[in-house]
């Protein structure tokens, strides 16, 4: 399939069914922390990117098979850029229900939620989880890159409408790069304009998957587990943190750990491996979670043909090897 990918292991999510909107980086940011990717030609105009009716019978497609539908826990609506650019956003996330009722999410970094017909679309989602890296200028700069037209005040009113409004669950992802937006002052300003806001949640987050830039650099774990529990006793709210190599390995070794309830045949799996490493980066160990293929040893094996012919390339990332689309690589 063309924009539908996985189901891949989501810590929160659990087994994620993707749908991505676009087959080409479309976004309003070029963030120095991107895992797609820089962005060539930055946007900032809803419009139709790409065929709605083709990505509606794709989910047709995969809804009609019981046996694939069974092995998902939820249907992700996301992009190589940002979603709610494409005009055809509300459309899929209504036929989505329609067909199922798993939960729907939207991943979003959040600068349409000024627009009143973004916010409306949205609505018909179970959980919306926007983005907001920073509530100060000079760092939104510096780490988000936006393109001409965003300003910063305009993005924190309409999420802080957003969350009013909205009467699904929403999760608030916050992206810290080390020495780019993880200062005192920096945490102080969120933390001012989230007070605003109503959240169920926040994802703090760092870069763990190789970056558009080799400057961006994942914060120190003990900063991390700082913030979030300034997070949590100034908000109130629960903050989750990312993996570190120890979670991973426990989580892997729990009787309940995400499998695919009914195996996919081998190329099934293959094809379904290739999409996910178009839109993300990943480890052998990341894939031998999510398809159960006997251990990273494996992967690497069932790779190696992808990575001689060009199709994939390996780039090493915080001393973890990760294979990528090579069209991916900067």
Request: net charge negative.
């Amino acid at each position: 399939m063309k924009y539908i990918f996985g189901p891949v292991n989501s810590r929160r999510l659990g087994r994620s069914l993707g749908i991505d909107l676009f087959s080409g980086k479309t976004c309003n940011l070029n963030c120095i922390y991107c895992e797609v990717g820089a962005t060539a030609s930055p946007v900032h105009q809803r419009a139709v990117y790409t065929s709605t009716q083709a990505i509606i019978e794709e989910i047709n497609t995969f809804c009609a098979d019981p046996r694939r539908l069974d092995a998902v826990d939820v249907l992700t609506v996301t992009a190589k850029g940002e979603p709610t650019l494409h005009r055809g956003l509300g459309e899929i996330l209504r036929h989505s229900k329609r067909m199922t009722d798993k939960p729907v999410v939207v991943l979003t970094n959040g600068t349409t939620l000024m627009y009143q017909d973004v916010r409306q679309e949205l609505t018909a989602a179970d959980i919306v989880i926007p983005s907001l890296d920073s509530a100060r200028r000079e760092s939104f700069l510096k780490i988000d890159r936006p393109v001409a037209g965003i300003d910063l005040q305009e993005v924190i009113d309409g999420l802080r409408v957003f969350s009013h409004e909205y009467q699904g669950k929403l999760w608030l992802e916050i992206l810290l790069v080390q020495d780019v937006n993880d200062s005192d002052q920096d945490i102080e300003a969120l933390v001012s304009v989230l007070r605003l806001m109503r959240l169920d949640r926040i994802q703090l987050n760092t870069v763990v998957r190789p970056p558009t830039e080799s400057f961006a650099l994942p914060v120190k774990s003990e900063r991390l587990l700082e913030i979030a529990q300034l997070f949590h006793e100034e908000l109130a709210i629960p903050v989750d943190l990312p993996f570190t190599p120890s979670d991973q390995a426990a989580q892997a070794s729990r009787p309940d750990a995400m499998k695919t309830t009914h195996p996919l045949s081998a190329d099934e799996t293959l094809d379904a491996i290739l999409q996910m490493l178009q839109r993300r980066p990943c480890t052998a160990a990341d894939i031998d979670r999510t398809f159960q293929l006997g251990g990273p040893d494996k992967v690497e094996q069932l790779l190696e043909t992808f990575v001689n012919s060009g199709v994939l390339q390996r780039q090493v990332h915080t001393n973890e090897c990760y294979y990528q689309q090579s069209s991916t690589i900067q």
